[in-house]
């Protein structure tokens, strides 16, 4: 079973429903897929439908910007004893479509998004956390691509080691009272340096690209 997670909290519940919907049509259609959503809502319309994929939900907080898009993966971490049950994780921002079918092509023990923003830019051009008091620090001799925070994941095993090693780095720069500059995407980069995965290409695009 593939697990895809989503967080979706306050007015971005709204989102849940459209997503699902291509999910279902188009995303590993020949595998098993759960939907589970971390959210603070109490009740969900598209958790009452019925859907080839099915659909769960954990208790999460809505957050004050930047911490409900920084702690996304805290989330991911304190749900770690329920998602043992799948093969594969993968982790969606909630206003994301599928537009085209996705396959077994995805599934890697570790998958990064490349940023459509700078996928074809020097390196020089990515936004990597550069303070070297921050945890998520990536030095100029480090760091090949960008990779976009809102489509990653993996086996199980090599996702949630990702996940551990993510929240330890965010949490280590918010005692030093350090904001990564883009966040948990910062944090992901960092991990992406050291362990180097899968690289999607032109599969996160925004609307008006």
Not at 20 to 48: K, P, W
Not at 95 to 116: C, K, Q, S, Y
Not at 166 to 174: N, V
């Amino acid at each position: 079973m593939i697990g895809l997670l989503v967080h979706a909290t306050g007015r971005y519940i709204d989102f849940i429903e459209p997503l699902f919907e291509t999910v279902e049509e188009f995303f590993l259609r020949q595998h098993t897929v759960e939907l589970r959503v971390y959210t603070d809502a109490i009740s969900c319309r598209a958790l009452r439908r019925q859907y080839r994929c099915s659909l769960s939900s954990a208790r999460w907080p809505k957050l004050p910007w930047p911490y409900s898009t920084l702690l996304r993966y805290h989330a991911i971490l304190e749900d770690a004893p329920a998602l043992g049950l799948f093969s594969h994780l993968f982790h969606c921002d909630a206003d994301m479509l599928f537009r085209a079918p996705v396959g077994n092509e995805i599934l890697h023990p570790l998958v990064g998004t490349v940023h459509p923003g700078f996928a074809d830019q020097p390196r020089a051009s990515f936004p990597y956390e550069q303070r070297p008091e921050s945890s998520c620090c990536i030095r100029k001799h480090e760091g090949t691509e960008y990779f976009a925070g809102g489509f990653v994941g993996g086996e199980t095993k090599q996702f949630l080691s990702a996940v551990r090693f993510i929240t330890e780095i965010i949490d280590q720069d918010s005692k030093a009272k350090i904001l990564p500059v883009w966040d948990d995407e910062s944090a992901t980069n960092r991990y992406f340096c050291s362990h180097p995965p899968h690289a999607l290409r032109r599969f996160m695009v925004p609307q008006e690209f």
